[in-house]
């Protein structure tokens, strides 16, 4: 099955700037869209950022964007998120997650058919 193991998070300024990451293992890379998927505690989830490989779709949700820009480096198997202007409504758990078969517009809409969860990396921005 596949992995996916999130680094990145840590505690920022609000204005400030982070670089997530998410390293895929066991699977075919360019068969899947990932994305990020956020949590704060006693929210519901939130589908952030995904993209397509095959395709290099990616789309943001608007909470996100203008501010985060998800990309990947196919050689290395892994996918990443820029997160810059933070604000302390963005503070969650932020797990990578990967969904076979969909498109990314698909993937945006519905939490349901995630593939595969990573373990989550937290990020906290303060005021």
């Known amino acids: 099955e596949g992995q996916l193991a999130e680094s990145g998070g840590g505690l920022v300024q609000a204005g400030g700037s982070l670089r997530l990451s998410c390293a895929v293992s066991?699977?075919?890379?360019?068969?899947?869209?990932y994305g990020w998927v956020r949590q704060a505690p006693g929210k519901e989830r939130e589908v952030v950022s995904v993209?397509?490989?095959?395709?290099?779709?990616?789309l943001h949700a608007n909470s996100v964007k203008g501010r985060f820009t998800i990309s990947s480096d196919n050689a290395k198997n892994t996918v990443y998120l820029q997160m810059y202007s933070l604000k302390p409504e963005d503070t969650a758990i932020y797990y990578c997650?990967?969904?076979?078969?969909?498109?990314?517009?698909?993937?945006?809409?519905?939490?349901?058919?995630?593939?595969?969860w990573g373990k989550g990396t937290s990020v906290t921005v303060s005021s």
């Open positions: 066991a699977l075919t890379f360019d068969d899947y869209t």
């Open positions: 997650t990967a969904w076979w078969a969909l498109t990314t517009a698909q993937a945006m809409k519905t939490l349901h058919g995630v593939d595969y």
């Open positions: 993209i397509n490989i095959a395709s290099g779709s990616t």
